[in-house]
């Protein structure tokens, strides 16, 4: 059960799936198998009668222990299913999320209602950031399996991330009502209340999910939430800490704590959270941003240079970072290092637009206007099909343009020119 309340900042790591039912894996709908004569000479011509309808196709030879047609037709789109579904549990095994995805939605179309082949899809999509299809999925094993509690709670969650607090509550409430003694129900209804900004709900589902068995750490640290968006942080502080007694390794625990720390003025103890939540898990940026700010608080910008770098090596695709470390090298005036930091990003995402900003950026305050442009336009290709961010990137150009010398109007003239020219 991978769901929590996490405060912090939780960029875009990559990009959600938005296809629930993928095309098939190399297999395709089963087709009736038929035969047909060889054409070649032969010495008899049956008989057709002068008048009456032509004779109809016999029925087909039924016997006795086997099924019919259309019952073996059934029975092979059924183990079309089944043998998608095992592949996509395989595939899922090794780590291959978007083809096991696809293996599961092949087994869907073959056999609707197949077990447990929705529910693998919407946990994939859940972790994939595509809330809305993950709780298509899981309308779909509910609908076909009733049965299947913990479908029925992670289309709850999956309503609550896509802020549909109303239908999350409401189908969090039914399964605690079902059975009050299950203590994931309650967990994961204290959660819906968070997301619906209701922490003093919160607070009651989540201790009656603590005071179930077995021992969870995510309830503890789930509650250390609610308690703190009610203000109650020396609570908030315990529940945190009861967390990481029972998970240490738990990085958004550290975090969160962290958080509670650097709000109270304890800057070291907030570092030293920070940290252990990057040391168990590096590519959390909340944890890079926090040792960052309290770095730059106390003037160690050397330190930040430092996180900056680690932080940039761990999470290429953090952008703003990376313009921030830019722009502090510029400050330190480390001019060839802020450079070096801006071609970093471009290497490592050549085909987004951000990078390109960012270097095109940083070639304009080193008077190298020419390459800044080259770079802006390389941005503004790459939004193809994003218009705010094209007119984000214009609107750099423009300033870049008022302030070029003399000798570099002619070029940027001749630029307006030819980008005119390929404009609809």
Same mark, same amino acid.
């Given at each position: 059960?991978?769901y ?45 009668p ?66 447990d ?14 809330? +809305? ?18 479908a ?42 968070v ?42 502080r ?24 650097h ?5 070291d103890? +907030? ?7 990057? #040391? ?10 926090? #040792?960052? #700010? ?48 801006? #071609? ?73 020119v ?7």
């Amino acid at each position: 059960m991978r769901y929590s309340c996490r405060m912090r900042f939780r960029p875009a790591r990559f990009a959600p799936l938005l296809i629930l039912v993928p095309l098939a894996l190399g297999a395709a709908a089963p087709r009736d198998s038929q035969t047909t004569a060889p054409k070649v000479p032969t010495l008899f011509v049956p008989a057709r009668p002068d008048t009456g309808p032509p004779e109809s196709e016999p029925a087909p030879l039924l016997i006795p222990g086997r099924g019919s047609p259309g019952d073996t037709a059934l029975r092979t789109r059924e183990a079309l299913a089944l043998e998608q579904y095992r592949l996509g549990r395989t595939l899922e095994e090794r780590g291959r999320r978007a083809p096991a995805l696809a293996a599961y939605g092949n087994a869907v179309r073959y056999d609707p209602v197949i077990s447990d082949a929705n529910y693998r899809m919407g946990k994939i999509l859940i972790e994939a950031g595509a809330h +809305a299809d993950a709780a298509r999925a899981f309308a779909a094993e509910v609908t076909h399996h009733p049965e299947r509690t913990d479908a029925a709670r992670e289309l709850g969650l999956a309503l609550a991330r896509t802020g549909d607090s109303t239908g999350a509550i409401a189908q969090l409430q039914r399964l605690t009502r079902r059975d009050p003694r299950d203590g994931a129900s309650w967990h994961a209804l204290g959660f819906a209340y968070v997301a619906a900004r209701r922490p003093q709900d919160a607070v009651r589902a989540l201790r009656r999910a603590i005071q179930l068995p077995p021992p969870n750490a995510e309830e503890h640290r789930d509650l250390g939430v609610a308690l703190a968006a009610l203000g109650r942080e020396r609570e908030a502080r315990d529940e945190y800490r009861r967390a990481l007694k029972l998970a240490p390794g738990d990085p958004s625990a550290w975090i969160n704590l962290g958080n509670l720390e650097h709000k109270a003025g304890r800057l070291d103890s +907030a570092w030293t959270a920070y940290r252990r939540a990057e #040391q168990r898990d590096s590519s959390l940026t909340p944890a890079f941003q926090g #040792q960052v #700010q309290i770095l730059r608080a106390r003037g160690d910008l050397e330190g930040a240079v430092t996180t900056y770098r680690r932080w940039l090596m761990r999470v290429p695709d953090a952008h703003g970072a990376r313009l921030e470390a830019v722009e502090l090298l510029k400050s330190l005036g480390r001019h060839d290092q802020a450079l070096a930091v801006a #071609q970093e990003g471009v290497h490592w995402r050549p085909g987004a637009g951000e990078p390109h900003v960012i270097l095109g950026m940083t070639l304009a305050g080193q008077d190298r206007a020419r390459e800044a442009l080259a770079e802006l336009r390389l941005a503004e290709r790459r939004f193809a099909g994003n218009p705010v961010e094209q007119a984000r990137v214009d609107r750099l150009i423009a300033l870049l343009r008022r302030s070029v010398p003399d000798s570099l109007r002619s070029h940027f003239t001749a630029d307006s020119v030819a980008h005119a020219g390929k404009a609809p």
